[in-house]
Structures are given as C-alpha cells and as structure tokens.
C-alpha cells in the first residue's frame, strides 16, 4: 500500500538518490552533476509553508518524491510555484507519480498558491499525459533549451491555475 505524506529530514538521502539517478540517466532534470547531501539539506529547508515536499511511501520504502519549489524569487511571482516529480527508477508506471502529481498540486491550492507551473523535457510523454489528465495546460515549447547526453532538447511548458 501506497502512502504519500510530507517528507521530513530522515527522507532526503532516499530523496537525493532518486534524484540523483534522474540526474545520471534522465533527461527529467537538467542537472549533470549528482547534488551532495548538503544541498539537498539547503534545499529542503528552502521549502516553506507554500511549498510542500512529499514522498511516496511504499512496503516501508521511498519510491518517489515530489515538491513545489517558488518560480522565482521576485515578489510579484510569490503565488506561482513550480512542480517536480521524481519516482525510483523501479516503481516507476505503477501510478505513483499520477498520485503524487495529484496531491502535489491539491496541497499546493491549500497553501494559498494561484498557479502551478511544469517543465516537462521532450521525449517525456507519459509526464505530459500525467499532466494533461490533472488539467495541467500546454502554455508553450522552449526549443533547445537544454543540452544533455550530446543533444539540444526541447522543453514543453505547462501550468495550472486554482478555480
């Protein structure tokens, strides 16, 4: 059985290698270099009451994570945050990032944020599906944004607006 809740300090080193697996072998984060403990601690502690982190528990086990994080530090963007899933290359296409994408984005209408936005990387077709299926809404393709694994990549824009 599947139990998603909020992380807490005990969870970031399962937290940082899924993260740092995507890092590694995925063209899911832009990153190329495996985070250390120490900012993934700095990360976490970033995180504020508008901008939950929460883990998918299974069979005792962290199979997934996901978070809003702020979409920028200027004032007037303080109510638009950014979303990111990340699920255990093992656990992945079992529903786990359906669920955590779900309740992601439900606690972060709760915390009083206006809109959610998602940077999905080409080739990510399941996560764009994930997406669209919560009513998540294309708003636009940055080309070549990113260059990864000796390739230009593109990187759909989707977003989310509380009713």
Known sequence: ?????????????????????????TTATFDTEPRSMQKQIEWFRNHKEKHPVLVAELDGMIAGWASLSPWSDRCAYDTTVEVSV?????????????????????????????????????????????????GYRHIGIMKEVGYKFGHFLDVHMMQFIYS
Request: proline content about 0%; glycine content about 8%.
């Open 1 to 25: 059985m599947v139990n998603i809740r909020a992380a807490t300090e005990a969870d970031l080193k399962a937290i940082l290698d899924i993260y740092n697996d995507a890092v590694l072998n």
């Open 86 to 134: 990340y699920i255990h290359s093992a656990h992945r296409s079992k529903g786990l990032g359906t669920m955590l994408l779900k309740i992601v984005t439900l606690k972060g209408g709760e915390k009083g944020n206006h809109t959610v936005i998602s940077r999905i990387t080409q080739g990510n077709e399941t996560s764009i599906h994930i997406h669209e299926k919560l």
